[in-house]
């Protein structure tokens, strides 16, 4: 039996399938949302941790099943947005979500067509290079080790693994589409080194194994696999049959997407759309708003 979680905008989800994915049981757990100034948006990581074990359990009772029968974990959720924490992993503060927009100075000095041109991505003050980048100029002390967006915060409270998957990565602004890495000149462009952000690893890879921490926080077993996981703007294309080129998607939710997958990095020289790694093989390319 398989656990999947999505941390949404608005709530957390959990969903008990079977091996073939037929779904079994599910539920949701309500959070909110904290907007201190006009533009800025946070969410305390606490509330996503609060919310885990109590959309699991009541996702197993609605499925009449136990945390034993329990054999993996994945988890997709809400893109762009900006964890710091410490040495330790935990955090130092709340996660700027996607929708939050303070660091727009901190892009005076990128260009936005080379960016386009490398990342396939809009110059944007919600991706995640423009606010680590203020999180570096306006946080107080301590500095921060590493910075995560939620899907990697939440794997790596569970099973110690500091790692995200190339769609996550592909919305930073600072990956290389062509080479499916992270950019030197980009990292540097923001002031950004390479050992403040997980590694890249597969969606579908295990990222790890769940700790004894990961265990009490979930509820679930300790030593079951966790998925290194993917955002929501690939996890649901994905969920929807989106495996291969010729087929187009549409999301509803907080926000919306529409995207379709092609084999290579095409890039929309106007920006309307952008270009992302994806779950399997080729880009997907969307329409987010």
């Given at each position: 039996m398989i656990v999947g979680i999505d941390i949404g905008t608005q709530s957390l989800k959990a969903v008990v399938t079977d091996d073939g994915l037929r779904v079994l049981g599910t539920a949701a757990v309500g959070y909110t949302l904290a907007f201190p100034r006009p533009g800025w948006a946070e969410q305390a990581p606490s509330l996503w941790e609060a919310a885990l074990p109590k959309a699991i359990a009541q996702a197993l009772d609605a499925a009449d099943l136990q945390a034993g029968q329990i054999a993996t974990l994945g988890i997709a959720g809400q893109l762009d947005g900006c964890v710091p924490v410490d040495?330790?992993?935990?955090?130092?503060?709340?996660c700027l979500i996607w929708m939050d927009r303070r660091a727009e100075a901190e892009l005076e000095s990128i260009d936005a067509e080379e960016l386009r041109a490398r990342a396939g991505i809009v110059l944007d003050p919600?991706?995640?290079?423009?606010?680590?980048r203020w999180l570096k100029r306006h946080r107080a002390e301590p500095p921060a080790a590493l910075f995560h967006q939620p899907v990697s915060y939440l794997v790596a409270r569970l099973t110690g693994a500091k790692v995200f998957d190339h769609g996550l990565a592909s919305t930073s602004m600072l990956y290389d589409l062509q080479a499916r890495a992270f950019a030197p000149d980009l990292l540097e462009a923001f002031g950004i080194a390479a050992s403040e952000l997980p590694a890249l690893d597969r969606a579908y890879a295990s990222a790890?194994?769940?700790?004894?921490?990961?265990?009490?926080?979930?509820?679930?077993?300790?030593?079951?696999?966790?998925a290194v996981g993917t955002g929501d703007d690939f996890s649901a294309p994905f969920g929807g049959g989106v495996v291969a080129p010729g087929r187009l998607v549409c999301v509803l939710g907080t926000a919306e997407v529409i995207g379709a997958l092609h084999p290579e990095p095409v890039i929309d020289p106007a920006g309307l759309v952008e270009t992302h790694g994806y779950v399997t093989e080729g880009y997907f390319i969307e329409n987010p708003g």
């Open positions: 040495t330790a992993g935990e955090a130092l503060g709340p919600s991706h995640m290079a423009a606010k680590i790890g194994s769940l700790t004894v921490e990961g265990a009490r926080l979930s509820g679930l077993p300790a030593g079951i696999p966790v």
